[in-house]
Nanobody, 124 residues
Framework: QVQLVDTGGGLVQAGDSLRLSCAASGRAFSRNAMGWFRQAPGKEREFVAAITSNSAATFYADSVKGRFTISRDNAKNTVSLQMSSLKAEDTAVYYC?????????????????WGQGTQVTVSS
């Protein structure tokens, strides 16, 4: 089983960079694809990025492609989201999630374990 704790959020200015981290506990971590989702006030939770269990492939929302990078270190049981060139529209609560077997990497319903969320606020 997998338990997730996501950290690293904060208040930054537009154009700045920020790195989010997710620490996982559980022996099955390396078997799960991992993803990041975000939810802005009044909006539905949306897909941001995902990475396969062995880092063979990554997936990004069009809105963050070229600015965000997802990575993982299975030896340390961590997954990260490096965010650069941040915009005001990136402001949201960001959630780390572990994916189950089957289903699209882009769909919220494919993920079965979730972190508590960390707030990212970008001022302009």
């Amino acid at each position: 089983q997998v338990q997730l704790v996501d950290t690293g959020g904060g208040l930054v200015q537009a154009g700045d960079s920020l790195r989010l981290s997710c620490a996982a506990s559980g022996r099955a971590f390396s078997r799960n694809a991992m993803g990041w989702f975000r939810q802005a006030p009044g909006k539905e939770r949306e897909f941001v990025a995902a990475i396969t269990s062995n880092s063979a492939a990554t997936f990004y929302a069009d809105s963050v492609k070229g600015r965000f990078t997802i990575s993982r270190d299975n030896a340390k049981n961590t997954v990260s989201l490096q965010m650069s060139s941040l915009k005001a529209e990136d402001t949201a609560v960001y959630y780390c999630a572990a994916k189950g077997d089957g289903g699209s990497h882009y769909r919220l319903s494919s993920y079965i374990y979730w972190g508590q969320g960390t707030q990212v606020t970008v001022s302009s």
